[in-house]
């Protein structure tokens, strides 16, 4: 058994998943509570298990009315991803929807209080730890679920960049470049599985800047940002350290970039991410889905 020792993470890797070939729930339910990043107000999130394909969502004032959600709800934010469903908004969905995938998880119910996820420590840790506690089941005679990418893709917005090259495995490479020195460029790169999911990505926080934060707390956003729940930066420094890994900012990029995918699958394909962003991640899902289907 795969036992991590690290402070931050306890997981029992060997309860997942080996890949991403068939379709798996939760054996049981989780309840989680948390602040929510911009009402700063606490958010429910009940997620239960199916035997439907993919991800639904009910919110908590009518608890049986389920949506099947679909990449062409996303609405960007800069700040997180945001889906639009029927009229209501559900605001950073995107580390839930990182750990529900990145696990190796394809069927799941989600009831929401509020309109946001909550952001608990800014990583996708917490939930991961939360599916490991009530463990994981295969869907009986169910079918592989990687995206066969056929052709390269190339999608850019401004300076960022991603290109899909088709492949046998999931490889993602991911660079990041910023104006400070604490952050500077960084790249990663992973054969993505559930096991280095959990292990090299999931633990990962945002990250912002400490002039930035404070601009947006003054137009009334973020109220629930604080810095137990992201990493902050001054330029020069960390304002809140340890990090969880030397490079930790580029991982949470990759983090998002797995959340963003969630809603179309993981593709086979060798992934580079240069200066990825969540709009720049959902024209490549949106692109993904026309090319795979
Ligand atoms: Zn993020």
Known sequence: MAL???????????????????????ANEIVKEGIGLHSGE???????????????LAFSDKPSEYIKLEIDQVRNSPLCTTLELEGKRIAT?????AALIGCGLTNVLIIVSGNEIPLL???A????QAIQKVGLQCIKGSHKQNLELKKSLVIYQGESLIIAIPSDKTKIIATIDFPYKAIGQQTFTVDLSPETFINEIAPA??????????????????????????LVCDGDNWVNPPLRFPNEPVRHKMLDLIGDLALVGIPKAQILVYRGSHALHS???????????
């Open 4 to 26: 991590q020792h690290r402070y931050w993470l306890e997981v029992l890797v060997s309860i997942f998943p080996a890949d991403y070939q068939k379709s798996w729930t939760l």
């Open 42 to 56: 606490t958010a429910k999130v009940i997620l239960m298990p199916t035997d439907l394909l993919g991800f639904y």
């Open 93 to 97: 969905v995107e580390h839930l929807f």
């Open 121 to 123: 420590d800014g990583s």
């Open 125 to 128: 840790l917490d939930w991961v």
């Open 205 to 230: 926080r945002t990250f912002g800047f400490v002039d930035q934060l404070n601009q947006l707390k003054e137009q009334g956003l973020i109220k629930g940002g604080e810095l137990k729940n992201a």
């Open 283 to 293: 024209k490549f899902a949106l692109a993904l889905k026309k090319e795979c289907s």
